[in-house]
């Protein structure tokens, strides 16, 4: 995709997430407000500094991946498909497929595909005022690199 200079919102923007590890049985998550983009996580730097470093500088060496964590919001509505199945989630502590599509001006153009375990569900407050919301946390455990939409 050709740079340009304008910027975009996520309207049109999707996430699924599966009932199992298998990414032919996603499903879109219904009133997702924001999601946090999905990456791969921090790599820890170890020191190995010794004694005659070059030039007086510190050294490391690449040690354990740190996983990262994200979280999707959306409207929380009791006992819809969706409320239903981030409960299993969260309870089964598994590892599920997902998917989230990243848009341009409304239009789906990217997506991001992996693996991961629902580590938090919370159904947020209930106002007088105010949308009932709810929030996912998801840790990663395996992540793709970003590529080009496939409906």
């Given at each position: 995709m050709?740079?340009?200079a304008e910027a975009s919102v996520?309207?049109?923007g999707e996430f699924h997430l599966s009932?199992?590890?298998?990414?032919?049985?996603?499903?879109?998550l219904v009133q997702v407000k924001e999601?946090?983009?999905?990456?791969?996580?921090?790599?820890?730097?170890v020191e190995a500094t010794h004694l005659k470093s070059p030039d007086w500088r510190r050294s490391y060496l690449s040690g354990f991946y740190e996983d990262s964590d994200f979280e999707v919001l959306l409207n929380f509505r009791p006992l819809s498909d969706t409320d239903t199945m981030l409960e299993a989630a969260l309870k089964a502590g598994d590892v599920r497929a997902f998917k989230a599509v990243l848009p341009e001006n409304g239009e789906p153009v990217a997506q991001i595909e992996g693996t991961c375990k629902c580590?938090?569900?919370s159904?947020?407050?209930?106002?007088?005022?105010?949308?009932?919301?709810?929030?996912?946390?998801f840790r990663i455990v395996t992540v793709e690199d970003i590529e080009a939409y496939v409906s």
């Open positions: 050709a740079e340009t996520g309207y049109f009932s199992d590890d298998q990414a032919a049985n996603l499903y879109e999601f946090d983009v999905p990456t791969g996580g921090t790599r820890e730097q580590t938090g569900y159904r947020g407050r209930v106002t007088p005022d105010g949308v009932m919301e709810a929030t996912a946390t």
